[in-house]
């Protein structure tokens, strides 16, 4: 994780939104196709700056109509995150905006959070639904971010997320609602294909480790991959869901040192967010060097969410993570990026400046991407481009 492969004096080739070579600036210069098709280049002068794939940002919940100022005054005033959910507070105090909203109004909420994120080197995102908790919303939600990344030019990875919490009306009946996912929404989802994955927030308060098994089967069965929030606030063991082979598992503030090896000898990415533990007040972060030491694959997101992580910003997860959770800037780098990729599924075709892959990158107005990390709460980035589109602030 701490190799960058930096090519100083480098440049990149794009075509057709595809990366066709990357090299030193002499090295393209010389490139057959540049030597044809000179007339035809559009140059993008970025001496003095820095240029890496771009982000992605592989857990966020973007769908929701408003944020929750109530449970951010409550937790200042020192409720927890439990008290607060009791309270009717937490979740599924974001679901009667959502139920009530049309697609459209979903769609153009989440589409300048999009926006917002590509300013800051975001290029692709996985996307949740979640806040709806009913059949109808759920669907309804995963068409809203279907209308959303139409309008986007990057890479949006949309997850089925109806196993969130229970909502209140199955409350008494849990394991009903449990079915319900099972036999109603993963079947529509995957027949419509709206969902890349499926994802569980496994945890006391939303859904056991047997739920969670149950939900990952059935999501199996109609071919959808599989993530999960995991050891958020409390401990649970990883082997029965590690043995499902999930391409990630989420949060993991809590995961036991007894699972880090079975998670190490998997293909499972562990993706760290950060950003909730700092919005939540907690002193413990996920254990990013005991996780990384032991040969796990890291990969960091924004969580953005209206309750605990209300950030659109990697850079500032970045310097979370160096900051917090002692990962040297390379290392959230690779996190942020290639290893991002992975924890989408994406990595043959994201994360990395390789022939072949998306054209994706960020360019930042700095001149060593340590500074991305270090200038914690500022944004440098002064370019993206997203599958070849090119948005940039600096060109003149």
């Given at each position: 994780?701490?190799?960058?492969?930096?090519i100083?004096?480098?440049?990149?080739?794009?075509?057709?939104?595809?990366?066709?070579?990357v090299?030193?600036?002499k090295?393209?210069?010389?490139?057959?196709?540049?030597r044809?098709?000179r007339?035809?280049l559009?140059?993008?002068?970025?001496?003095?700056?820095?240029?890496l794939?771009?982000?992605v940002?592989?857990?966020?919940?973007?769908?929701?109509?408003?944020?929750?100022?109530?449970?951010?005054e409550?937790?200042?005033?020192g409720?927890?995150?439990?008290?607060?959910?009791e309270?009717?507070?937490?979740i599924r105090?974001?679901?009667?905006?959502?139920r009530?909203?049309?697609?459209s109004?979903?769609?153009q909420?989440?589409?300048?959070?999009?926006e917002?994120?590509?300013?800051?080197?975001?290029?692709?995102?996985?996307?949740?639904?979640?806040?709806g908790?009913?059949?109808?919303?759920?669907?309804?939600?995963?068409?809203?971010l279907?209308?959303?990344?139409?309008?986007w030019?990057?890479?949006?990875?949309?997850?089925?997320?109806?196993?969130?919490?229970?909502?209140?009306e199955?409350?008494?009946?849990?394991?009903?609602?449990?079915?319900?996912v099972c036999?109603?929404?993963?079947p529509?989802?995957?027949?419509?294909?709206l969902a890349?994955?499926?994802?569980?927030?496994?945890?006391?308060?939303?859904?056991?480790?047997?739920?969670?098994?149950?939900i990952?089967?059935?999501?199996?069965?109609y071919?959808?991959?599989?993530?999960?929030?995991?050891?958020?606030?409390?401990?649970?063991s990883?082997?029965?869901?590690l043995?499902?082979?999930p391409?990630?598992?989420?949060?993991?503030?809590?995961v036991?040192?007894?699972?880090?090896?079975?998670?190490?000898?998997?293909?499972t990415?562990?993706?760290?967010?950060?950003?909730?533990n700092?919005?939540?007040?907690l002193?413990?972060y996920?254990?990013?060097?005991?996780?990384?030491?032991?040969?796990?694959?890291?990969?960091l997101?924004?969580?953005?969410?209206?309750?605990?992580?209300p950030?659109?910003?990697?850079?500032?997860v970045l310097?979370l993570a160096?900051?917090q959770?002692?990962m040297?800037?390379?290392?959230?780098?690779?996190?942020a990026?290639?290893?991002?990729?992975?924890s989408?599924?994406?990595?043959?075709s994201k994360?990395?400046?390789?022939?072949?892959?998306?054209?994706d990158a960020?360019?930042?107005?700095?001149r060593?991407?340590?500074?991305?990390?270090?200038?914690?709460?500022t944004?440098?980035?002064?370019?993206?481009?997203?599958?070849g589109?090119?948005?940039?602030?600096?060109?003149r």
């Amino acid at each position: 994780m701490s190799n960058l492969g930096i090519i100083r004096d480098g440049a990149l080739l794009c075509v057709g939104g595809k990366i066709v070579a990357v090299g030193t600036t002499k090295e393209l210069l010389s490139h057959p196709w540049v030597r044809k098709n000179r007339k035809r280049l559009r140059d993008l002068d970025c001496r003095g700056k820095v240029v890496l794939p771009g982000f992605v940002d592989a857990h966020t919940h973007p769908l929701f109509t408003s944020p929750r100022l109530i449970d951010f005054e409550k937790r200042i005033a020192g409720a927890t995150y439990e008290q607060i959910a009791e309270a009717g507070g937490g979740i599924r105090s974001s679901l009667d905006g959502v139920r009530k909203a049309s697609r459209s109004t979903l769609a153009q909420h989440a589409l300048p959070a999009l926006e917002a994120m590509s300013r800051q080197g975001t290029t692709t995102v996985e996307a949740k639904s979640g806040y709806g908790l009913s059949l109808e919303a759920e669907i309804k939600s995963l068409e809203a971010l279907r209308e959303a990344s139409r309008r986007w030019p990057g890479t949006l990875v949309p997850t089925l997320l109806g196993a969130h919490v229970v909502p209140s009306e199955f409350r008494s009946k849990p394991d009903d609602y449990v079915s319900l996912v099972c036999e109603e929404m993963i079947p529509a989802v995957a027949k419509r294909r709206l969902a890349d994955f499926i994802d569980v927030f496994t945890e006391k308060g939303a859904f056991t480790p047997g739920q969670t098994l149950r939900i990952f089967e059935a999501a199996r069965r109609y071919k959808l991959n599989l993530r999960g929030h995991v050891c958020q606030l409390t401990q649970c063991s990883l082997k029965p869901l590690l043995d499902l082979e999930p391409t990630s598992l989420d949060h993991l503030d809590h995961v036991s040192d007894e699972d880090i090896p079975e998670f190490a000898s998997s293909n499972t990415v562990a993706t760290l967010v950060p950003g909730a533990n700092y919005f939540l007040g907690l002193h413990q972060y996920p254990p990013a060097r005991k996780l990384i030491n032991a040969g796990v694959s890291v990969a960091l997101a924004t969580d953005y969410n209206p309750g605990t992580s209300p950030t659109l910003s990697m850079p500032f997860v970045l310097s979370l993570a160096c900051t917090q959770m002692k990962m040297s800037p390379a290392e959230a780098i690779t996190a942020a990026t290639i290893n991002g990729a992975a924890s989408v599924g994406l990595h043959q075709s994201k994360g990395s400046l390789e022939p072949g892959k998306d054209a994706d990158a960020a360019v930042f107005d700095v001149r060593d991407y340590r500074e991305i990390a270090y200038w914690f709460a500022t944004n440098y980035c002064v370019a993206t481009m997203q599958n070849g589109h090119l948005h940039e602030t600096f060109c003149r």
